[in-house]
């Protein structure tokens, strides 16, 4: 099947670390993705990695990928309320980068 | 750089009418994409359109239709409402290359989407 499964809603406090995950199902997929989209808006992409890498860092992100389990996982550092918004993992359908399949979403509330 | 625009913002339809929703892509990229997002779901793919053919549809009927124009910009049509079609519609552009490598993935930029409420 296609489908990709996320936890629906986390909760933390602002300044703690957030970690959202993410179960996905093509093993064939080049690339996976996490998406935010802030009320009322469209999609942004945070940030991808390549199917071979293990882990990616960017700034107050940081990707890991067990591609064995097909487990992708999000964490942001030192979260701000800025951060509040809901949170798609993506994977590239049957390897072509530019088809998408999106899970379900997370939304994340920071806490002051 | 001009981002992905999309037009009209909001709609209202009733079950039966046909609605278009525009698209035009950001500078430089030459493919399209559409997504529809039911209220508290992920987008779905509907459909990609590439030097103006369809290249790639999801599991949507045919009264989902689109058009891609030269100067890249697309529409989708959606004839015979339903109150199921009610959603979010996304459009992305890219810019159609192979994927490969750790430099080749092909991202999406989104527009802010046309949100239509068919009753």
């Known amino acids: 099947g296609e489908d990709v499964e996320q936890s629906l809603f986390l909760s933390v406090r602002e300044g703690d670390s957030s970690v959202i995950n993410c179960t996905y199902t093509d093993s064939s997929s080049t690339y996976l993705y996490w998406y935010k989209q802030e009320p009322g808006a469209g999609l942004q992409l945070l940030t991808y990695?390549?199917?071979?890498?293990d882990m990616k860092q960017d700034q107050r992100l940081t990707v890991l990928l067990n591609k064995k389990d097909k487990h992708l996982s999000l964490r942001i550092a030192d979260t701000q309320t800025g951060d509040s918004a809901i949170y798609f993992c993506?994977?590239?359908?049957?390897?072509?980068?530019?088809?998408?399949?999106f899970g379900t979403g997370t939304l994340l509330a920071v806490q002051p | 750089e001009t981002g992905v625009t999309q037009s009209p913002t909001h709609l209202i339809k009733t079950r039966g009418q046909q609605v278009t929703l525009r698209c035009s892509s950001q500078?430089?990229?030459?493919?399209v994409s559409w997504y529809q997002q039911a209220l508290g779901q992920g987008p779905q793919f509907i459909f990609q359109y590439y030097r103006e053919e369809e290249n790639g549809r999801g599991n949507f009927p045919p009264r989902f239709s689109g058009l891609q124009f030269p100067n890249y910009s697309s529409e989708l049509n959606v004839n015979a409402l339903e109150l199921d079609d009610s959603a979010l519609y996304l459009c992305?552009?890219?810019?159609?290359?192979?994927?490969?490598?750790?430099?080749?993935?092909?991202?999406?930029?989104f527009g802010a989407g046309s949100r239509l409420t068919v009753l």
């Open positions: 993506a994977e590239s359908w049957g390897g072509a980068t530019n088809k998408l399949i």
């Open positions: 500078s430089g990229h030459n493919t």
């Open positions: 992305a552009s890219s810019s159609a290359r192979g994927s490969g490598g750790t430099s080749g993935a092909n991202v999406l930029t």
């Open positions: 990695i390549f199917s071979n890498m």
